[in-house]
């Protein structure tokens, strides 16, 4: 009796899985999962903040790019060696001259990288990760907004560039 119970309970638990549902299977879930991940890839790539029109030196501040191979003072553009497998490195950034009472907006390459409070002088680093770990040169753009406010306009604006270059391993 016992047997007939459990097989007859097995039989309706299979049909019941065979029958099927409206409901994504894991695979269907999964990749469902990878377009959403996907798409947000893509959003990442956009600036948080839109970077400002008409870029040019604003103020008296300045700002200073250094890696182990020199610095961005007098338009030098100081290069810092990648490995490929690296996949995250940082240089040195020297602010000067900002009005401490503002948010800073730090942009790479036009993108929005981070804010910070920035004074007379600081010194910081900004991390490189996945794409700005790429050959090339990079632009490190700070800027201070009126009310703070990245969509107004900017009373203060400097830019300095280093250049990523792939190292012989």
Known sequence: MKKLILFS???????????????????????????????????????????????????????????????????NVPVLFVNEDTLMDSVWVEYANFH???????????????????GELTQTTIELVEGNLEPGIYTVSAVQFEKNNPESKPIVYTEAQFEIKKANE
Not at 11 to 28: F, H, I, M, R, Y
Not at 100 to 118: L, P, R
Request: glycine share 8%; proline share 3%.
């Open 100 to 118: 401490g009472d503002k948010e800073t907006f730090i942009y790479i390459n036009g993108i929005y990288d981070n804010t910070d409070q920035i």
């Open 9 to 75: 309970l097995m039989a309706v638990s299979l049909t019941l899985a065979a029958c099927g549902s409206d409901k994504p299977t894991n695979t269907e879930a999964d990749n469902s999962s990878d377009l959403n991940e996907q798409n947000e890839v893509d959003v990442k790539k956009e600036s948080e903040f839109p970077f400002p029109d008409n870029t040019e030196q604003l103020g008296e501040a300045s700002v200073v790019v250094s890696t182990s191979g020199g610095d961005s003072q007098d338009g």
